[in-house]
């Protein structure tokens, strides 16, 4: 009995696939669910303006996908390479989209303004001793 080949011929004759759906291929997002609430909280942008989970895109649209915490925001604008329904590991992921020059620039920009906001801070808390030193500094300085 021959093996069901649906699925291999499903991702060489793409030509339009769901976002959600792509999202979750390419490995931006762990679920579908992810992605879908990731669109709908618009953090997903196509050609510049917020999308529907169910927008079909094809090779060559230019997404801008925000991705991580508040602190840690990271912008990336990609441009599709290749549709996939199915996910894959991650070199095979690597292949569906590239990422911009200016994107590129842009990310390593800011994480190294968050890396040098970082230095300002000290390593550790103050021990006792040294809390109460700064309570007789700040009262001394009044």
Known sequence: ??????????NQGLVKIRLDKWLWAARFYRTRTLAKQAIESGRVHYAGSRVKTSKEISVGDELTIRQGSATAMTEKTVVVEALSAQRGNATAAEVLYSETKESETRRA???EQRKLANLAR???KPN???RRDLQRF???QD
């Open 109 to 111: 920009y800011y994480a």
């Open 138 to 140: 700040k009262s001394n």
């Open 122 to 124: 000290p390593d550790n």
């Open 1 to 10: 009995m021959k093996k069901n080949t649906n699925a291999d011929d499903n």
């Open 128 to 130: 006792k001793k040294e």
